[in-house]
């Protein structure tokens, strides 16, 4: 009886561990959290840093007067839903294509479906081109505001030799995450953001082109981003088995990749296009440079918290990818559940600081007090928009994997429809 006594205790706090061990897993996959934490961390903030430095352009114009504000802005959302948004869904192919070559060990395919993600993009990048360049007859044509569509026109005009750039720069942070290669990607996004600040500046204020600038230094640190990630990729140890140089080989997957990256990037630019058509609707309202800029500022905020929550879905595409191409569809599942939970705390997050701080946020956009007021009354309403969007956009990125881009687009489309106009009848 007295051992009884004696061990009783012991087996009961014993069990008590085991039983809070049990309820701790239950609630999240504390090995899996970490991991997911770890690899969607330095992609959240490579997304970021990449998605600031147009809108870095965008602020610099911005603070040279109200119709340079909403051609800025207007023409950023122009560049985005015909140019930006189509490169990212198209490097998504590589999401499918890299991540289960890499999870069966095939790793020379890696580098051959780069190198043929970059020719479909080339092709691409030369058709926005031609896009871009009428882009003042196009939105004329859309019944914008005449001295705004110019302006907007002759940004877009400096945003061309971005396109290309932007599209390639896509398909190499593809091709490094889904080989889990993450955090240098920090530093190859940092450094030029730095430079972009400088760059701007720069052009803007101390050279004859002034708003001209703006445009021209996205394109310029773009290009300076694409060199350095090329260096990396050619002169590191850490790609020897994927990059063997470039191949003919190729051609051969071009059909491969456009059957995955043409669904990918109607995803992609539906989800885009939903927030950006509200610009153009803002362009047809009364005081269009004042609608215009405010709308655009909801918009570039949401985008902005897309692209954090779009490193979450990176990591579970990856592991969810990663998993199927081993044979362990039951760890992928894991991982989906992991992503959701993790995303629902980062949106909350994201939703305090844009409570506590929009009035900031407002004003690196723009002096006016109208457009600062009036952004802090459709906060509430981006908040909620934030939250949901979030989610839904984690939940895209695994459904990827199961082959349903047809059934989400549609999905998307009336979800999103329903979402945003909200924001646009709290605008009017």
Known sequence: ME??????????????EVIRGKWWNRVLDADEAKQQVLFSLPMIITNGFYYLIPLISVMFAGHLGQLHLAGATLANSWATVSGYAFMVGLSGALETLCGQGFGAKSFKLLGIHLQTACITSTIFSII???IWFFTEQLLLFLRQDPQIAETAGLYTKFLIPSIFAYGYIQNILRFL?????VRPLILFSSIPLVFHIGITYCLVHLTPLGFKGA???????????????????????EFKLTWHGFSLESFCYIYTNLKLAIPSAAMVCLEYWAFEILVFLAGLMPNSEVTTSLIAIC???EAITFNFTYGLSAAASTRVSNELGAGRPDRAKSAMIVTLKLCGVLALILVLALGFGHNIWAGLFSDSSEIIKSFASLTPLLAISIVIDSLQGVLSGIVDWYDMWYVVSSIRTHVDNNVHTMDQVAAA
Do not use: C, H
């Open 177 to 181: 995450q889904t080989q889990s290669v």
């Open 299 to 301: 918009v570039n905020t």
């Open 3 to 16: 051992n009884s006594d004696v061990r009783e205790p012991l087996i009961e706090v014993e069990g008590n």
């Open 128 to 130: 926005i081109s031609f």
């Open 215 to 237: 445009p021209l230094a996205t394109s310029i640190t773009l290009w300076l981003t694409f060199f350095l990630l090329v260096a990396y990729v050619m002169f590191s140890k």
